[in-house]
């Protein structure tokens, strides 16, 4: 155990610019709420479409679903953007990025879809967040408060 760690009474402390229990739980709770609501068909919230994006744990290997908006890109591909988590990319993004090949999502009211992620970088990724932009401008917002760039990946069926 670190010094760190017997300082916090035997628990890791938590960075800065990361959520706490209650907000981990918080997180949870809503997650799971939309993830039903998706389930049942409801293909839009708060005048996004949504879909539900399977990962695996980096470090636990046990399965994740996350809710999250997404960007048509031609008839079968999907873009999500990392914009959650504060300071740091969000977890599902770590999970993404270290397991890709166990990457699936769920559209409203259809089985799971495994997927292949790839984050758009340079050239690719201005022209994919203009299109993102200008559907939903919200995250222009969201990056304005943000000191890191959110990534863009684009999903495309295996």
Same mark, same amino acid.
């Given at each position: 155990?670190?010094?760190?760690?017997?300082?916090?009474?035997?628990?890791?402390?938590?960075?800065?610019?990361?959520?706490?229990?209650?907000?981990?739980?918080?997180?949870?709770?809503?997650?799971?709420?939309?993830?039903?609501?998706?389930?049942?068909?409801?293909?839009?919230?708060?005048?996004?479409?949504?879909?539900?994006? !399977?990962?695996?744990?980096? !470090? *636990?290997?046990?399965?994740?679903?996350?809710?999250?908006?997404?960007?048509?890109?031609?008839?079968?591909?999907?873009?999500?953007?990392? *914009?959650?988590g504060g300071a740091h990319h969000p977890g599902w993004? !770590?999970?993404?990025?270290? !397991?890709?090949?166990?990457?699936?999502?769920?559209?409203?009211?259809?089985?799971?879809?495994?997927?292949?992620?790839?984050?758009?970088?340079?050239?690719?990724?201005d022209r994919a967040w203009e299109r993102v932009v200008?559907?939903?401008?919200?995250?222009?917002?969201?990056?304005?408060?943000?000191?890191?760039?959110?990534?863009?990946?684009?999903?495309?069926?295996?």
């Amino acid at each position: 155990m670190t010094m760190e760690q017997k300082q916090a009474g035997g628990r890791r402390r938590r960075e800065p610019g990361t959520p706490g229990p209650v907000s981990r739980w918080m997180q949870r709770t809503m997650n799971a709420r939309v993830n039903r609501k998706i389930r049942r068909g409801r293909d839009r919230l708060m005048g996004m479409d949504v879909l539900i994006l !399977h990962t695996v744990g980096r !470090h *636990s290997g046990q399965p994740r679903q996350s809710p999250l908006a997404w960007f048509a890109d031609g008839p079968d591909a999907w873009m999500i953007i990392a *914009s959650g988590g504060g300071a740091h990319h969000p977890g599902w993004y !770590h999970n993404l990025m270290a !397991h890709p090949d166990r990457a699936a999502i769920e559209l409203p009211g259809r089985p799971a879809v495994p997927v292949t992620p790839r984050r758009l970088d340079g050239p690719d990724r201005d022209r994919a967040w203009e299109r993102v932009v200008a559907a939903q401008p919200r995250y222009a917002k969201y990056q304005d408060k943000s000191d890191r760039e959110y990534p863009v990946i684009r999903l495309t069926p295996r």
